[in-house]
């Protein structure tokens, strides 16, 4: 029941950040200065990250739905496809994003290394289901979205600076960091705290042709 709770929270999360980059795309008289400043600047590869950012954070949670994944096989398989690519097009424009960040070599070097590891833990994960290699896929996967989920965390903590009373730019070069590098943490914890017994084989065999997160935790 707890873990059901946690994925329902989870989910709505993710729901909630997606509508809220939609609305940011669709109406732009509300964006933050900084998202302007974004648009104003990069407007195809700020696009890019927002929509990208939208899918993958949506499917990355319906993936780890066991009942989805055990009942709809196929719609599994399609989320994963879309989680991958929307991934791959969004992490590389969150990188180059960051290497023109204006907030300086503190806050481009934190989300250059966030949209790194995004990339790096999706393809590998991608990589080890191609394999066959089940258990390390959704390892990967759960390392994958943890990354994914810095689109929570970082809207977290943002409301927790203005909370507490502090200015934007003194909190981004922080929050830069922070939004990410404590989920990965927590899902490495998660990851090495099961039991051994509990884990699948990751016997190699043949898979069917499909681009992603074919299976989940």
């Not at 990355?60 to 055990?70: E, H, I, K, M, Y």
């Not at 999706?122 to 810095?150: C, P």
């Not at 977290?156 to 990965?184: M, R, T």
Request: hydrophobic share 55%; charged share 15%; net charge positive.
């Amino acid at each position: 029941m707890a873990r059901k709770i946690a994925w329902v929270l989870m989910l709505l999360s993710a729901i909630l950040v997606a509508l809220y980059a939609v609305v940011l795309l669709l109406m732009p008289g509300i964006r933050p200065a900084f998202i302007q400043n974004l648009f104003a600047r990069f407007p195809v590869t700020t696009l890019i990250h927002f929509m990208g950012g939208a899918v993958a954070i949506v499917a990355g949670a319906l993936q780890f739905s066991v009942s989805l994944r055990l009942r709809y096989r196929g719609l599994h398989r399609w989320l994963g496809r879309a989680y991958v690519f929307s991934i791959v097009f969004a992490g590389v424009a969150g990188l180059i994003l960051a290497v023109k960040s204006i907030g300086g070599l503190y806050v481009a070097s934190g989300f250059g290394l966030m949209a790194v590891f995004w990339l790096a833990t999706t393809l590998n994960a991608y990589r080890l289901i191609r394999q066959g290699h089940v258990k390390s896929h959704q390892d990967w996967m759960v390392r994958s979205y943890a990354v994914t989920l810095a689109g929570v965390t970082l809207r977290l903590y943002l409301g927790v600076s203005v909370i507490l009373g502090i200015k934007f730019f003194d909190a981004y070069p922080v929050l830069a960091w922070i939004c990410w590098v404590p989920n990965l943490l927590v899902a490495e914890w998660l990851i090495r705290r099961r039991l051994p017994a509990a884990r699948e084989s990751e016997r190699p065999g043949p898979i069917e042709l499909n681009l992603g997160a074919g299976r989940q935790t």
